[in-house]
């Protein structure tokens, strides 16, 4: 394993200097829309312009020596076998992701502060919490550099089906395979606290249960109180608006 953290790290360095270091570090302004999916490719790609000096570069390579329990990724063929990333691209998010978190992985809570920088007029927690589960697979409490590029390759190159399943993974909180009109309005609610005073016009307290309601009306075919992947599925693909919003990242990176 450790032939492969070091391996991936060699064609890092030799990607880095043969393309130069602005897309690994590259970060979309503060006023961006992009969307969840660019925000979380800058979540990790968005390091520092400076150079870290040499005592900061002993100081993390000592930290890692020292640590009992350090994450090593997957060797670089077979990531590139599991995602729809090229080498190249994927050497550029191991560097950006290597850079944020030097363990190897990234915790519930960093990545809370990481991602609530974007949206500082409201509060992110929550919202990041639900969408941080949802890159947690495996749900051992943190998410690994294979955690994320998987998770990316489906919201940046993923089908349409890919994508509407991961979505319906993001709103089945408890993973029960449905989702309860509780679970949608706790997505829900945490998107409009995230938003904040952006909204407009300002929203009223009941607002988000009525948005719930008139999803299932939509979704929940059979009328059982519950919204099936099949009947998620199914909704959505015959929602315009829905469908546009699946296409809207496919030429991000």
Same mark, same amino acid.
């Not at 790609?45 to 994450?71: F, G, W």
């Not at 090229?86 to 915790?107: A, D, M, T, W």
């Not at 679970?183 to 929203?203: A, Q, V």
């Given at each position: 394993?450790?032939?492969?953290?070091?391996?991936?790290?060699?064609r890092?360095?030799s990607? *880095?200097?043969?393309?130069?270091?602005t897309?690994?570090?590259?970060?979309l302004?503060?006023?961006?829309r992009?969307?969840?999916?660019?925000?979380?490719?800058?979540?990790?790609?968005?390091?520092?312009?400076?150079?870290?000096?040499?005592?900061?570069?002993?100081?993390?390579?000592?930290?890692l020596?020292?640590s009992?329990?350090r994450?090593?990724p997957?060797?670089?063929?077979?990531?590139?076998a599991?995602?729809?990333f090229?080498?190249?691209?994927l050497?550029?998010?191991?560097?950006?992701?290597?850079?944020?978190?030097?363990?190897?992985?990234?915790?519930?809570?960093?990545?809370?502060?990481?991602?609530?920088?974007?949206?500082?007029?409201?509060?992110?927690s929550?919202?990041?919490?639900?969408?941080?589960?949802?890159?947690?697979?495996?749900h051992?409490g943190?998410? *690994?550099?294979?955690?994320?590029?998987?998770?990316?390759?489906?919201?940046?190159?993923?089908?349409?089906?890919?994508?509407?399943?991961?979505?319906?993974?993001?709103?089945d909180i408890?993973?029960d395979?449905?989702?309860?009109k509780?679970?949608?309005?706790?997505?829900?609610?945490?998107?409009?606290?995230m938003m904040?005073?952006?909204?407009y016009?300002?929203?009223?307290?009941e607002?988000?249960?009525?948005?719930?309601?008139?999803?299932?009306?939509?979704?929940?075919?059979?009328?059982?109180?519950?919204?099936?992947i099949?009947?998620?599925?199914?909704?959505?693909?015959n929602d315009?608006?829905?469908?546009?919003?699946m296409?809207l990242?496919?030429?991000?990176?």
């Amino acid at each position: 394993m450790e032939k492969n953290l070091d391996s991936i790290s060699s064609r890092v360095d030799s990607s *880095s200097s043969s393309s130069g270091r602005t897309k690994g570090n590259a970060c979309l302004p503060n006023g961006s829309r992009r969307g969840v999916t660019a925000r979380l490719k800058k979540l990790f790609l968005c390091s520092s312009t400076k150079a870290p000096s040499i005592s900061t570069q002993s100081n993390v390579e000592d930290e890692l020596e020292l640590s009992a329990v350090r994450h090593r990724p997957e060797a670089l063929e077979l990531l590139e076998a599991q995602t729809r990333f090229s080498r190249k691209e994927l050497q550029i998010l191991y560097r950006g992701f290597k850079n944020e978190c030097p363990s190897g992985v990234v915790n519930e809570d960093t990545f809370k502060e990481i991602y609530s920088q974007f949206f500082p007029q409201g509060d992110a927690s929550t919202y990041a919490h639900f969408l941080f589960d949802a890159f947690d697979t495996d749900h051992n409490g943190s998410v *690994s550099f294979e955690d994320f590029v998987m998770g990316l390759s489906i919201l940046l190159r993923g089908t349409v089906q890919e994508k509407l399943n991961w979505a319906f993974n993001l709103y089945d909180i408890n993973k029960d395979g449905y989702i309860t009109k509780e679970e949608m309005l706790d997505i829900i609610k945490s998107i409009y606290d995230m938003m904040g005073r952006c909204t407009y016009p300002t929203l009223k307290e009941e607002t988000p249960r009525q948005h719930v309601e008139i999803f299932f009306q939509k979704m929940d075919k059979n009328r059982d109180g519950v919204v099936t992947i099949d009947e998620f599925i199914d909704c959505c693909q015959n929602d315009e608006n829905i469908m546009r919003s699946m296409q809207l990242f496919e030429n991000v990176i």
